[in-house]
């Protein structure tokens, strides 16, 4: 272990951010110990601190309950609590503005859009480009657009009531890494958004849907946190807030690949409450030539 007194990391997760500490605590040496909310993560992010050699404590609780156990259990500062709460974390993650930066050939877009639940992905952003600016590498500040489950919306609604902070119990939604209540990085994110422009929309369980299906479209395989964020773009173009002549970088938050049940759900058209507008049927057929071809006059034009 590299700090003296240090037994373990540890943090409450809704898949991702368990994932990527076990990982790189693994190729580090470092034992960690993840805070899971049963039955609320996908077996994909579940797999892999599992295999990653972490503890994995799986409690009857959300991620809300879940951050408050963490805390206590780590309150005698001999475990590191690796949520964005400790400075760490976001020290680590701001490389992603810096990132998107180099990508478009040290330029800025216009606006950047990011999912957001427990609030430390768009701190971290905010961070990145606070860096960018002061190191000279560019003078743009583009807006940021934070995008929410209209399921787990605490920082909608605060935005809607002029930052009045309110914590909300999180319902279900199928963008399940954002199913939180109770945002610890609440007054970072704030600061984030009031330092660049930033507007806070949400998105409807069938937004986020058919906005993750409306993109797959042009070859992309979006998760639902990627759909919330298109969805709310979608809609700040439709209001006209995001003009068509800005240049915008949607934050892909997972790969479709960790929600296999959401993205086979919305094409067989077993996703509670949602009705796919792109679903794409499976044409089961026997196994001959002309079944096949009788069925393709069907469908192509
Ligand atoms: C897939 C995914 N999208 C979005 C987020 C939101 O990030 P934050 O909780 O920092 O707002 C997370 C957080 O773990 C995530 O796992």
């Given at each position: 272990m590299g700090a003296p007194g240090i037994r373990a990391v540890a943090c409450a997760s809704t898949g991702d951010t368990s994932a990527a500490l076990a990982a790189y605590a693994a190729a580090a040496g470092v034992p960690t110990m993840v805070f899971l909310p049963a039955g609320k993560i996908s077996n994909a992010q579940l797999s892999q601190p599992v295999s990653n050699g972490s503890i994995v404590l799986s409690l009857d609780t959300d991620f809300d309950g879940c951050m408050q156990i963490v805390k206590e259990v780590t309150a005698d500062q001999t475990i590191y609590l690796?949520?964005?709460?400790?400075?760490l974390r976001i020290e680590g993650q701001k490389t992603i503005s810096i990132e998107i930066c180099q990508q478009l050939n040290w330029d800025l877009p216009d606006w950047l859009v990011i999912p957001g639940g427990n609030l430390g992905n768009v701190s971290a952003l905010a961070a990145g480009l606070d860096l960018l600016k002061v190191s000279g590498i560019t003078r743009k500040s583009p807006r940021i657009l934070l995008a929410q489950s209209a399921n787990a919306n605490p920082m909608y609604l605060s935005y809607k009531d002029h930052y009045k902070f309110r914590s909300v119990a999180a319902q279900t939604t199928l963008a399940s890494a954002i199913q939180?209540?109770?945002?610890?990085s609440y007054p970072r994110a704030v600061r984030a958004l009031q330092a660049y422009g930033g507007v806070v929309d949400q998105a409807s369980e069938q937004e986020l849907s058919d906005a993750a299906a409306q993109a797959d479209r042009h070859g992309l395989f979006n998760d639902p946190h990627t759909g919330v964020a298109l969805a709310a773009m979608l809609k700040q173009v439709a209001n006209g807030?995001?003009?068509?002549?800005q240049s915008v970088v949607v934050i892909s938050t997972a790969h479709g690949l960790k929600f296999q049940e959401f993205k086979s759900g919305y094409h067989a058209g077993t996703l509670p409450g949602v009705q796919g507008k792109y679903r794409n049927q499976i044409i089961r057929l026997p196994a001959d030539a002309s079944s096949v071809k009788t069925a393709l006059d069907k469908v192509l034009v």
């Open positions: 690796a949520n964005s709460m400790n400075p939180i209540g109770n945002p610890v807030t995001i003009t068509r002549d």
